[in-house]
């Protein structure tokens, strides 16, 4: 017994100084090929010639992976290969995001590059990511520089409340669910589902969006995580108006900040587009 593990630890030895010497290119050429073999439907699949073609089959490939386990040499790969893209793209501190108003911050750009202590995703009542490949959409991105892992974990704790609640359990509406962020530079991901507009904006649909800034300040809160960036909850698909969006957002959590003095050193609103940049910056005046 002694002598196998000794030779396992001998062979991780070898597998991760392999992984430390193999450029990003060969990482990616590498992963491409186990995530095809993994897939069983697509290992047949042409690999592209070109960097770029690479990445969009690698994340089409992750995107449509279903929750599991994957091999440990892989994850190990895929993790040094994500975290140096991450910091290629550039990590992005506090420090480096200037305050507005009170511990607030409006700061526009990708989600995924902020060190902070969680940042939230706007998720489905599925809670398992986006399985459109390449989609743009702030879940797919979130999940794909995680890493499988994100999904993995995702799918035990939907599997939990299954249990606990029945095979149809869904997330509900502003109900958040913590979870680690694993390659991403932030430390946890809140991941919330927005209210869905499918006609005219009611006063239960603002309800709905005010409890998921309310529900996830007080997450932050249980869990000691004293920096959050928020997304544009609800705002694209779900069709919630962005001006509208943006103000139930920051009065809400102006009010929750007045009421838990002290509790958040920082709280930031990440938008993407120009409009939500200007909706925030003039609330925050």
């Known amino acids: 017994m002694?002598?196998?593990a000794d030779r396992a630890v001998r062979a991780d030895g070898r597998e991760e100084a392999m992984n430390e010497k193999m450029t990003q290119e060969q990482r990616l050429t590498y992963l491409v090929e186990a995530f095809k073999a993994d897939s069983g439907e697509y290992k047949e699949l042409e690999t592209p010639n070109d960097s770029e073609g690479k990445r969009r089959m690698l994340r089409s490939l992750m995107n449509i992976r279903m929750p599991r386990k994957l091999d440990e040499a892989v994850l190990?790969?895929?993790?040094?290969y994500l975290r140096e893209r991450i910091r290629e793209n550039g990590i992005v501190r506090l420090s480096e995001i200037p305050v507005r108003k009170g511990c607030l911050s409006v700061w526009q750009g990708d989600i995924t590059r902020l060190a902070v202590d969680a940042i939230v995703n706007a998720a489905?009542?599925?809670m398992l990511g986006c399985f459109v490949p390449l989609h743009a959409c702030i879940d797919n991105c979130i999940h794909t520089f995680a890493g499988v892992q994100l999904r993995e974990e995702c799918g035990r704790q939907m599997e939990r409340m299954r249990m606990?609640?029945?095979?149809?359990?869904?997330?509900?509406?502003?109900?958040?669910?913590l979870t680690d962020a694993y390659n991403l530079p932030a430390g946890k991901v809140i991941h919330i589902v927005g209210p869905i507009v499918s006609g005219e904006l009611t006063p239960k649909l603002e309800y709905d969006l005010a409890c998921c800034y309310q529900n996830t300040?007080?997450?932050?809160l249980e869990n000691g995580l004293k920096s959050v960036a928020f997304c544009c909850i609800s705002t694209g698909v779900f069709r919630f108006?962005?001006?509208?969006?943006?103000q139930i957002a920051v009065s809400t959590v102006e009010r929750w900040l007045s009421e838990h003095t002290g509790a958040m050193e920082r709280v930031i609103f990440n938008v993407f587009k120009d409009e939500d940049r200007r909706y925030y910056e003039e609330l925050l005046q």
């Not at 108006?241 to 943006?246: E, V």
């Open 217 to 220: 300040l007080d997450l932050c």
């Open 241 to 246: 108006p962005n001006k509208r969006a943006a």
């Open 124 to 126: 489905n009542s599925q």
């Open 164 to 177: 606990q609640y029945g095979r149809s359990y869904e997330q509900p509406t502003a109900v958040p669910m």
């Open 2 to 4: 002694r002598g196998s």
């Open 76 to 80: 190990r790969v895929q993790d040094a």
